[in-house]
């Protein structure tokens, strides 16, 4: 089925460094949103991107939409401690505008060192 | 605005058992799509509802069914349940079916012994 590549899976920085993480697909998206989830809870949505080239901030989170509509980027600028917990990318492909359905990356685990 | 609400938090089952697991949407919202998150698969697609109809669903066996209440309340049944049916289900809703945001509830964390 359709895949969604995420990188890096997991990251262990410095308090206050930059993070970059990504995902990529062979197959092109009309969507991407990116969620953080912590231990035992639900996603929580940080950033929706609809459109190729969009680029959106919310506070320290920057996310992209690849020009070429099959990547999107997050950074999450000046890390904190309470940035820890796991990041997923999700996209719907295009072609299925007419659902809800979401395609999830693997997630990138982001712990932090204070 | 009430967020996404689960029910039950926690359900431990046995194998053969059914489980019917209820999801309320954000006020006004009319789309809930469910998915299963497992450590290996990760999250996977179950289903989607919009205006009581199953609008798209994702690849799972017939034992995986669900349905949508006139107010936008959606439940999810799992029939003759097997060991690997152990995972977090999570609801998201959304205002319409399409490219909107979904916004996700905390999940029901079922385990099958």
């Known amino acids: 089925g359709q895949q969604l590549n995420q990188s890096p899976q997991s990251m262990f920085i410095q308090e206050g460094e930059d993070v970059s993480m990504n995902c990529t697909s062979s197959?092109?998206?009309?969507?991407w949103l990116w969620y953080k989830q912590d231990p035992g809870e639900g996603p929580v949505l940080l950033i929706a991107?609809?459109?190729?080239?969009e680029l959106t901030s919310n506070g320290r989170l920057t996310a992209q939409f690849g020009i070429t509509r099959k990547d999107s980027f997050l950074n999450i600028s000046a890390s904190i401690p309470s940035d820890v917990g796991i990041y997923f990318c999700?996209?719907?492909?295009?072609?299925?505008?007419?659902?809800?359905?979401?395609?999830f990356g693997q997630g990138t685990t982001l712990q932090v060192k204070p | 605005k009430a967020g996404v609400t689960q029910t039950p938090r926690y359900l431990i089952k046995t194998r053969g058992q059914q489980v019917t697991l209820s999801c309320s949407p954000i006020?006004?919202?009319?789309?809930v799509s469910w998915y299963q998150q497992t450590p290996g698969q990760g999250l996977q697609f179950l289903f989607e509802?919009?205006?009581?109809?199953?609008?798209n669903k994702g690849n799972f066996p017939g034992r995986f069914s669900g349905r949508q209440f006139s107010n936008s309340r959606s439940e999810m049944n799992v029939s003759t349940l097997e060991l690997g049916d152990s995972a977090l289900y999570l609801c998201?809703?959304?205002?319409?079916?399409?490219?909107?945001?979904?916004?996700f509830g905390p999940g029901t964390r079922l385990t099958v012994t």
């Open positions: 998201a809703s959304s205002l319409r079916t399409g490219a909107y945001e979904q916004y």
């Open positions: 197959s092109i998206f009309n969507t």
């Open positions: 991107l609809y459109k190729a080239g």
């Open positions: 999700a996209g719907q492909l295009i072609g299925s505008s007419n659902t809800g359905k979401l395609i």
């Open positions: 006020s006004g919202h009319r789309s």
């Open positions: 509802y919009f205006s009581e109809t199953q609008r």
